[in-house]
């Protein structure tokens, strides 16, 4: 271990402890002890914290308990030709820092000091949520954090596209020489969010605090490990060695420190060091004294003077983070990182579908010979043809064959349209069938992007991903009004009949159900029993999309399940998935209810689009969606619930599940079912309005739509029986639930 760094760590996590020493103790004599100390929007406290030390930071007082800890933590200041043979001693300095720097980062959240303007500052506990779902299912292979600033804003950018075409997050937090990289990004114009993997933190060093106090609930949330001792620490920063693909990248010098001879400052190594405890290896632009040998992280810890344009690829290798390329001949670089991007009106090339126009995809499987591989037709104008900012009308057939190929799978293909076309920088794409919205931007179009493109991606990614069932993709893009009537008439006909075939389904039709166990990589024991009539709880995987996915890939998360000998009709306990079950939970889980919350109910892993809460004093229950943050009847928001029922275990009273499960004849059916509801958020109602006017017309309710309540009838509970009496809602006089 080079003593360099040692001691700079250690004078680094010295200097953290200390400042955060005087502002607490100045916030103690102005607000004394009790004062609250929180991040907002999260079940996990100060997390990192939380994670190491097991202490539930709450109130000023608290606060002193933890950084006391981090005290205790210091080795003594070092001289600096001091051999220290092991990292041991700059580890704990590491530690040290890292709980210093979240109680800097926390108490400005206490003064008004948060991280504004284009810093986003602490990541609340419903992004962890839906970014961690792409940690585990492999769409985001990992995370940089980068620390301060590259020597032009051109690299900057080239960073950033870079790591985003390989779908990794990044952080950024710190500067260097008084620049940061996400101030360079912002003066080119870049738009920095979640949503496109550019996530600014905050320009303190200190502030890369928020990276790993993501990574620290990454570990309690996915991968449900209570903390509370030294060993659950441990297990922690395990899990993220394994689990949790991250590197630091420390980029440029810092001038202040020249004299010493040192690169960048103390307070840099210090968080280096801490980032290394969680296995997150550390590379540099500059020539920082290197670590090269392993132990805490997977191969060397520290790695420097690496050229700007090889330091990603460098990372990768290091982290060893296992990246899938495809290429797809396209002028516009194609990566997950760009998935979520938006093209807003003023950055817009032209537009198809949305309000203006009409858009629609339809794809189909067709025999052999009626196939043309690769082939790519234009019929109507092509983009440039059309003004700056205009519209124009958009099909996209796709035909796809193959000899495994299976009429059922084209909802399957024809769904993953979008994600395939969102994925090129610059171009946005929404919804799927007739109501598809497709923008390119002028970025995009400048840089060459056509109306083939389109066509190229198609190709490339149903190529790629489904190789095993597709042997050949053709594609026709039609922009001509005229011409499009006709196979949008036939389009909208297939899509109906669809709708028919799998909504007709019932699970009584079917002798074998399917499972997913996508989610045992953070919830060991979760098993998700998918029916006709019941969707997996992240609302991505139907009965049929199972069936496809195990199709394609016979030893993948998703298995036949054989219903065998029936148990109970009404609760829907069935053998065969008993078990199933037993099995796939590791013995941890005897029997499973598929139409019941309070006995024996699915587990819930931590990815489910909503759950629901039985509700003693009103008869009935609650459903609260993710996108829901305010304050629910059951006195917990959506978050800390989740916190509550996830990781793999059967809560009774409490069921994660996907929003179609709402509608399905089988919601809760040996429970009373629908007529059981008495509150959802107005947001949901609003969403599924159609399907839930219907489904209660089904039962004879249709007035029951006014008698379920919102967060704007009550968000008390007392308020809400207050509301249910005066509406007459049916659930009081209905038997009691348990
Ligand atoms: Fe996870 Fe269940 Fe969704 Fe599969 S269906 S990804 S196990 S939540
Ligand atoms: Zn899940």
Known sequence: ??????????????????????????????????????????????PLIYALLGIEVKTLKDTQKALGQARSLLPPLVAEKLWLPYLGNALDAGIATLIAQEIIEALKYLTGDEPKGIWLGFTDD????????????????????????????????????????????????????????AEQLAEEGIEMNWDNFLVPYGKDTSAAIHALNFSARAAMTFGGI???????AREILLYNKERVHAFGL??????????????????????????????????????????????????????????????VSKAVEVRDIKIKVTEIPIPVPYGAGFEGERVRKEQMQIEFGGKRTTAFELLRGKPMEEVEDGKIEIIGPEV???????????????????????????????????????????????????????????????????????????????????SAIVDKVQVKIITDEEK???????????????????????????????????????????????????????????????????QLNPRGPNEPVKKGKCLDEVKGQWEGV???????????????????????PMTSCGCFECITVILPETNGVMIVNREFTGMTPVGMTFSTMAGQVGGGIQTPGFIGMGKMYITSEKFISADGGIKRVVWMPKGLKEEIKEKLEKRLAEIGEPELMDKIATEEDATASDELVKFLQAKGHPASSMPPMM
């Open 1 to 46: 271990m080079s003593r360099i760094i040692a001691s700079a760590a250690i004078r680094g996590a010295h200097k953290y402890v200390k400042e955060a020493e005087e502002k607490l103790n100045k916030l103690m004599e102005e607000k004394g002890p009790e004062e609250k100390v929180a991040f907002p929007n999260t079940a996990y406290y100060l």
């Open 126 to 181: 419903a992004i962890l949520r839906t970014q961690g779902i792409k940690l585990v299912d492999g769409r985001m292979p990992g995370f940089a954090a980068c620390l301060g600033a590259l020597p032009t804003n051109e690299e900057a950018v080239r960073l950033a596209r870079a790591l985003q075409e390989k779908s990794i997050l990044v952080f950024m937090a710190s500067s260097s020489n008084g620049r940061s990289m």
């Open 226 to 232: 209570k903390p509370g001792n030294l060993e659950k």
């Open 250 to 311: 420390a980029l440029g010098t810092d001038p202040e420190v020249n004299g010493t001879g040192q690169l960048i400052t103390d307070e840099k190594y210090a968080t280096a060091a801490g980032a290394i405890n969680f296995g997150f290896p550390v590379l540099s632009d500059v020539g920082i004294p290197q670590i090269l040998p392993s132990g805490i992280c997977t191969y060397e810890h520290v790695v420097s003077n690496i050229p700007l344009d090889k330091i």
């Open 384 to 466: 440039d043809e059309v003004e700056e900012g205009g519209a124009l009308p958009l099909g996209v057939l796709v035909k796809v064959a193959g000899r495994k190929f299976q009429e059922d799978f084209e909802t399957v293909l024809e769904r993953r349209i979008h994600e395939f076309i969102s994925c090129a920088n610059g171009i946005f794409h929404m919804g799927q069938r007739a109501i598809a919205w497709i923008r390119i931007s002028k970025e995009a179009f400048q840089k060459g992007f056509r109306l083939k493109h389109l066509g190229e991606i198609l190709i490339a990614q149903i190529h790629d991903e489904y």
């Open 484 to 550: 499009m009537k006709e196979p949008l008439e036939e389009a909208r006909k297939i899509y109906h009949q669809r709708d028919e075939r799998i909504g007709g389904m019932t699970d009584e039709d079917v002798d074998t159900f399917y499972s997913c166990i996508l989610c045992q990589s953070y919830a060991p024991d979760h098993v998700c029993i998918v029916t006709p009539q019941r969707l997996g709880l992240c609302g991505a995987y139907t009965w049929l999309d199972c069936k496809a996915s195990h």
């Open 578 to 600: 008993n078990d199933y079950l037993k099995l796939k939970s590791h013995g941890n889980l005897e029997r499973f209810n598929a139409y019941s919350m309070i006995e024996d």
